[in-house]
């Protein structure tokens, strides 16, 4: 009962809750770093999943390649890359360690996705006309975007969980 009567002694002091090492200022440091690195995975994966899916090619072994970095643990890429040069500019090296974090789980979702896509329906827009670009804007990614959502849902829960361990290692 001590710990629990700790906590809440901790959480009802007006002095943990203001300044630079106040709850809301962490919090928001906190709710930045993951929007950041979500939106960095974003960019990095989903054109490659939804280019790849569209294509048919290559995209087994991008999500391989992508999936080996989950083996890896974050903490351990995180402190590597603050023993490294990278690990002088602030935040980076924690952006960096998220970033290859959030990345498997866009580039699988997105890319199993876009070839779950039914190809009668994807046949049919090409004898309609369509050119790739449009199947792809306008057929493929509409019908794929549950699991790309659910890819980005993964990402950012992921994301937020991890962000904390960056205190751990210094970030």
């Not at 993951?34 to 899916?53: E, N, Y």
């Not at 979702?109 to 090409?126: H, I, K, L, P, T």
């Amino acid at each position: 009962m001590k710990t629990l009567g700790d906590a809440w002694a901790w959480l009802t002091d007006s002095a943990h809750w203001a300044g630079d090492d106040g709850i809301w200022h962490r919090l928001t440091q906190h709710l930045v770093l993951t929007v950041v690195c979500l939106v960095l995975s974003c960019l990095i994966a989903l054109p490659v999943a939804l280019v790849l899916g569209h294509l048919g090619k290559g995209g087994a072994l991008a999500v391989n390649i992508s999936n080996v970095g989950r083996a890896v643990p974050t903490f351990a890429v995180l402190v590597l890359l603050l023993l490294t040069p990278l690990g002088k500019w602030g935040e980076g090296p924690t952006v960096v360690a998220l970033v290859l974090f959030a990345v498997p789980p866009l580039l699988t979702n997105a890319y199993v996705g876009m070839r779950g896509v039914d190809r009668s329906v994807v046949q049919a827009a090409r004898g309609m006309g369509m050119t790739g670009r449009q199947m792809l804007w306008r057929v493929e990614l509409p019908l794929a975007l549950p699991l790309v959502l659910s890819g980005v849902r993964i990402a950012a829960v992921q994301l937020v969980a991890t962000a904390t361990i960056a205190a751990l290692a210094g970030g």
